[in-house]
């Protein structure tokens, strides 16, 4: 069976509502032309505010290629004095089927750690959410030539209890904080490539031969220019993409040329 590709976008806090629910209409109709003979895992993760109708409007467009809607963040307790924040239940109960923990916007503006990121992971996954635990190094760790033990320890402290059995709902998104936005500049394919081999040499010593199994994604910048070389890299298994899939008709046009090429 030929590899299984992943696409994605973090539409961060820019779309509201009703944005979204335009967006994932045009988005659902034109996945569902998307090669039929290819195994994609498609995922958009809007804002709060907007999963409930994100949710009702995938479920309402059958699509070759349905597109699973994921949350930025989670709190990882059921219920208590989290003012301000959402639980695994509540997002359970929307319908939600993945959740986004340490997205860099979380680790450096919110200033979010590993044992926090660490928590949310087991608690998403105690909750059978598909995880995407996002981790990269900023541009002072790159040039202090420390990039590979920062994105290792992001990974045993973010995974740590994690177990076997859970290792299929994992994804992990390589997203170099210094590539990241729009004052980022994106990572070479051949750096990018050198880097997530690194990721998935740790999930080996974490997990044995069924870490190799577990997805990593490529993020930061990516655009339709770069995307062809990014996507071909051994170590690259998907795109989780920003600014360059905010266009429904523009992520569907990068998408389909890749998968056509
Ligand atoms: O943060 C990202 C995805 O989570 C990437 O964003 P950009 O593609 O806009 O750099």
Redesign the pocket.
Do not use: D, Q, Y
């Given at each position: 069976m030929a590899k299984k590709i992943y696409f994605g976008?973090?539409l961060?806090m820019y779309k509201g509502n009703a944005e979204v629910v335009d967006y994932l209409t045009q988005l659902s109709q034109l996945s569902d032309t998307l090669p039929a003979d290819k195994d994609l895992e498609l995922f958009v993760?809007p804002s709060f505010t907007a999963l409930s109708d994100a949710v009702a409007a995938v479920r309402s467009i059958s699509s070759k290629h349905p597109i699973m809607i994921g949350a930025q963040n989670m709190n990882p307790h059921d219920c208590g004095q989290f003012t301000g924040d959402i639980s695994p239940l509540m997002l359970k109960e929307l319908g939600v089927r993945l959740v986004?923990i340490g997205?860099?916007?979380r680790r450096h503006v919110f200033k979010e750690t590993d044992q926090e990121e660490n928590a949310k992971v087991l608690a998403a996954l105690k909750h059978q959410f598909v995880t995407l635990l996002?981790v990269g190094e900023t541009l002072e760790q790159k040039n202090y030539d420390i990039s590979d033990e920062i994105l290792r320890t992001q990974l045993k402290i973010g995974l740590h209890g994690v177990t076997p059995a859970q290792l299929p709902l994992l994804r992990i998104?390589y997203?170099p904080v210094w590539?990241?936005?729009?004052a980022?500049i994106?990572a070479s394919a051949d750096y990018a490539d050198a880097k997530q081999a690194v990721i998935k040499q740790c999930l080996i010593e974490l997990f044995g031969k069924e870490g190799n199994k577990i997805p990593v994604f490529y993020?930061?910048?990516?655009?339709p220019e770069n995307a062809p070389e990014l996507f071909v890299q051994p170590h690259i298994d998907g795109l989780?993409?920003?600014?360059?899939?905010w266009d429904a008709e523009k992520f569907y046009t990068l998408m389909s040329g890749l998968l056509t090429e």
């Open positions: 976008t973090n961060k993760i986004m997205h860099s916007e996002c998104a997203e590539a990241i936005g729009t980022g994106p993020g930061g910048s990516v655009n989780f993409i920003g600014r360059s899939a």
